[in-house]
Protein backbone atom coordinates (compact mmCIF):
# COMPACT_ATOMS: atom_id res chain seq x y z
CA UNK A 1 0.00 0.00 0.00
CA UNK A 2 1.74 3.29 -1.19
CA UNK A 3 1.55 5.78 1.41
CA UNK A 4 2.36 9.47 2.25
CA UNK A 5 2.02 10.87 5.52
CA UNK A 6 2.38 14.16 6.22
CA UNK A 7 3.24 15.98 9.68
CA UNK A 8 4.41 19.00 11.67
CA UNK A 9 1.81 20.99 10.97
CA UNK A 10 -0.07 23.09 13.99
CA UNK A 11 -0.38 26.67 15.09
CA UNK A 12 2.11 29.08 15.24
CA UNK A 13 2.47 33.10 15.34
CA UNK A 14 3.17 35.35 12.47
CA UNK A 15 6.90 35.23 12.05
CA UNK A 16 6.86 32.03 13.25
CA UNK A 17 8.36 28.75 11.88
CA UNK A 18 7.55 25.37 10.82
CA UNK A 19 8.82 22.14 9.17
CA UNK A 20 6.80 20.08 7.62
CA UNK A 21 8.12 16.12 7.07
CA UNK A 22 6.68 14.02 4.73
CA UNK A 23 7.43 10.32 5.05
CA UNK A 24 6.79 7.84 1.95
CA UNK A 25 6.56 4.37 2.30
CA UNK A 26 4.71 1.33 -0.01
CA UNK A 27 7.24 1.62 -3.01
CA UNK A 28 10.54 3.15 -3.47
CA UNK A 29 10.01 7.20 -4.03
CA UNK A 30 13.83 7.82 -4.64
CA UNK A 31 13.23 8.36 -7.79
CA UNK A 32 10.35 10.46 -7.99
CA UNK A 33 9.73 14.24 -7.72
CA UNK A 34 8.59 15.52 -4.79
CA UNK A 35 5.58 18.38 -4.03
CA UNK A 36 3.87 20.50 -1.44
CA UNK A 37 0.78 22.02 -2.18
CA UNK A 38 -1.61 24.10 -0.20
CA UNK A 39 -5.57 24.32 0.28
CA UNK A 40 -7.31 27.42 2.13
CA UNK A 41 -11.30 27.18 2.61
CA UNK A 42 -12.75 28.74 -0.56
CA UNK A 43 -10.00 27.89 -2.74
CA UNK A 44 -8.23 25.78 -5.07
CA UNK A 45 -5.67 24.01 -3.96
CA UNK A 46 -1.82 25.40 -4.77
CA UNK A 47 1.30 24.60 -5.45
CA UNK A 48 3.79 25.63 -3.36
CA UNK A 49 7.24 24.00 -3.63
CA UNK A 50 8.57 21.14 -5.18
CA UNK A 51 11.98 19.09 -5.76
CA UNK A 52 13.35 16.88 -8.33
CA UNK A 53 14.20 13.20 -7.41
CA UNK A 54 17.82 14.03 -6.86
CA UNK A 55 17.31 17.00 -5.37
CA UNK A 56 19.17 19.01 -6.90
CA UNK A 57 16.36 21.24 -8.67
CA UNK A 58 13.89 22.81 -6.58
CA UNK A 59 10.81 25.24 -7.89
CA UNK A 60 8.86 27.74 -5.68
CA UNK A 61 5.79 29.53 -5.82
CA UNK A 62 6.75 33.32 -6.10
CA UNK A 63 4.11 33.72 -2.33
CA UNK A 64 6.94 31.44 -0.69
CA UNK A 65 10.32 32.01 -2.23
CA UNK A 66 12.88 33.33 0.10
CA UNK A 67 10.51 31.81 3.60
CA UNK A 68 10.15 28.14 2.13
CA UNK A 69 12.93 25.46 1.87
CA UNK A 70 11.94 22.28 0.09
CA UNK A 71 14.36 19.51 0.80
CA UNK A 72 14.86 15.37 0.72
CA UNK A 73 16.30 13.41 3.33
CA UNK A 74 19.32 11.21 2.62
CA UNK A 75 17.58 8.24 1.61
CA UNK A 76 15.66 10.30 -0.27
CA UNK A 77 12.14 8.87 0.65
CA UNK A 78 10.79 11.46 2.75
CA UNK A 79 10.75 15.21 1.68
CA UNK A 80 10.94 18.18 4.16
CA UNK A 81 9.20 22.30 3.89
CA UNK A 82 11.06 24.59 6.11
CA UNK A 83 8.83 27.22 6.51
CA UNK A 84 10.09 30.98 7.82
CA UNK A 85 8.87 33.84 8.18
CA UNK A 86 5.31 32.94 8.24
CA UNK A 87 2.07 34.90 7.65
CA UNK A 88 -1.43 34.71 8.11
CA UNK A 89 -1.84 34.22 4.45
CA UNK A 90 0.24 30.76 5.00
CA UNK A 91 -3.03 29.39 6.56
CA UNK A 92 -4.02 26.23 4.96
CA UNK A 93 -3.97 22.55 4.87
CA UNK A 94 -0.86 21.45 2.90
CA UNK A 95 -0.39 18.44 0.99
CA UNK A 96 2.56 16.21 0.07
CA UNK A 97 2.45 14.91 -3.16
CA UNK A 98 4.81 12.18 -5.56
CA UNK A 99 5.59 11.72 -9.48
CA UNK A 100 7.27 9.35 -11.23
CA UNK A 101 9.08 12.25 -13.95
CA UNK A 102 10.69 15.64 -12.94
CA UNK A 103 9.63 18.52 -10.35
CA UNK A 104 6.90 20.03 -11.63
CA UNK A 105 4.01 23.11 -10.11
CA UNK A 106 0.93 20.89 -12.06
CA UNK A 107 -1.48 19.31 -9.47
CA UNK A 108 -2.80 16.71 -11.87
CA UNK A 109 0.70 15.76 -12.80
CA UNK A 110 1.50 14.33 -9.24
CA UNK A 111 -0.42 10.45 -8.77
CA UNK A 112 0.15 9.92 -5.36
CA UNK A 113 -0.90 12.27 -2.18
CA UNK A 114 -1.03 12.69 1.85
CA UNK A 115 -3.60 13.38 3.52
CA UNK A 116 -2.46 16.85 4.16
CA UNK A 117 -1.39 18.92 7.46
CA UNK A 118 -3.05 21.73 8.54
CA UNK A 119 -1.16 24.93 9.48
CA UNK A 120 -2.56 28.07 10.92
CA UNK A 121 -0.51 31.23 11.47
CA UNK A 122 -2.00 33.68 13.71
CA UNK A 123 -1.59 37.52 13.48
Known amino acids: QVQLVESGGGLVQAGGSLRLSCATS????????MGWFRRTPGKEREFVAA????????DYADSVKGRFTISRGNAKNTVYLQMNSLRPDDTAVYYCAARDGGASRGEGEYGYWGQGTQVTVSS
Open 26 to 33: GRTFRSYA
Open 51 to 58: ISWGGSIT
